[in-house]
């Protein structure tokens, strides 16, 4: 019952930054944790960055302290400012959100990381 749409990806040269946005629509009350995972080629699914309705954050290690994760409730939108882009960040990143209790995701959105 709820739609995630991500923007915000694309190019960018090592060391720059992006933000992206996800905006969730639909029957939005059920939605607690929202947060952003990413999948390489070749490479597991992984959890990036979550954020509970409280603003609790959680992150990988390997973005702490270049990525941050914040929420605005009343757009219901949720927002990854990705800092020191590194050459392994390249993915398509996902917005999620846990939706009584289970996780959905958004189509995604490309992030590219080259010079």
């Known amino acids: 019952q709820v739609q995630l749409v991500e923007s915000g990806g694309g190019l960018v040269q090592p060391g720059g930054s992006l933000r992206l946005s996800c905006a969730a629509s639909?029957?939005?009350?059920?939605?607690?944790?929202m947060g952003w995972y990413r999948q390489a080629p070749g490479k597991q699914r992984e959890l990036v960055a979550t954020?509970?309705?409280?603003?609790?954050?959680n992150f990988a290690d390997s973005v702490k302290g270049r990525f941050t994760i914040s929420r605005d409730n009343a757009k219901n939108t949720v927002y990854l400012q990705m800092n020191s882009l590194k050459p392994e960040d390249p993915a398509v990143y996902s917005c999620?959100?846990?939706?009584?209790?289970?996780?959905?995701w958004g189509k995604g959105t490309l992030v590219t990381v080259s010079t």
């Open positions: 954020i509970t309705s409280g603003g609790r954050t």
């Open positions: 639909g029957n939005i009350l059920g939605i607690t944790t």
């Open positions: 999620t959100s846990v939706y009584h209790g289970l996780p959905l």
